[in-house]
């Protein structure tokens, strides 16, 4: 199971950390991603991350912004978010897989949060 939390509404140019504990899989077996859902649009990739953090991944839209990270001692993985926009908007879901061939696809993740909703005002 995985559990989102950490959104809100905040300002635009400010910032969020966004959390997601794992529990029933060993974390650390697991590659790890974010993705969001804004209203009227379909899901789209935001971050992910390999099991030992060695490699990370992310949509154009979010480089120098956000940071993905895990922290697989405690099971929880990471959403920094930094400078955010009224477009960053969505409901963000963390998402797990044992492996995967393309991190963007959301097809390639088989365990889904149940998301938190970012709320970015201008």
């Known amino acids: 199971q995985l559990q989102a939390s950490g959104g809100g509404l905040v300002q635009a140019g400010g910032s969020l950390r966004l959390s997601c504990e794992a529990s029933?899989?060993?974390?650390?077996?697991?590659?790890m991603g974010w993705f969001r859902q804004a209203p009227g649009k379909e899901r789209e990739f935001v971050a992910a991350?390999?099991?030992?953090?060695?490699?990370?991944y992310y949509a154009d839209f979010v480089k120098g912004r956000f940071t993905i990270s895990r922290d697989n001692a405690k099971s929880t993985l990471y959403l920094q978010m930094n400078s955010l926009k009224t477009e960053d908007t969505a409901v963000y879901y963390c998402?797990?897989?044992?492996?995967?061939?393309?991190?963007?696809?959301?097809?390639?993740?088989?365990?889904w949060g149940q998301g938190t909703l970012v709320t970015v005002s201008s």
């Open positions: 991350i390999s099991r030992s953090s060695g490699v990370t």
């Open positions: 998402a797990a897989a044992t492996w995967v061939t393309s991190p963007i696809g959301p097809d390639e993740y088989r365990d």
């Open positions: 029933g899989r060993t974390f650390s077996y697991l590659f």
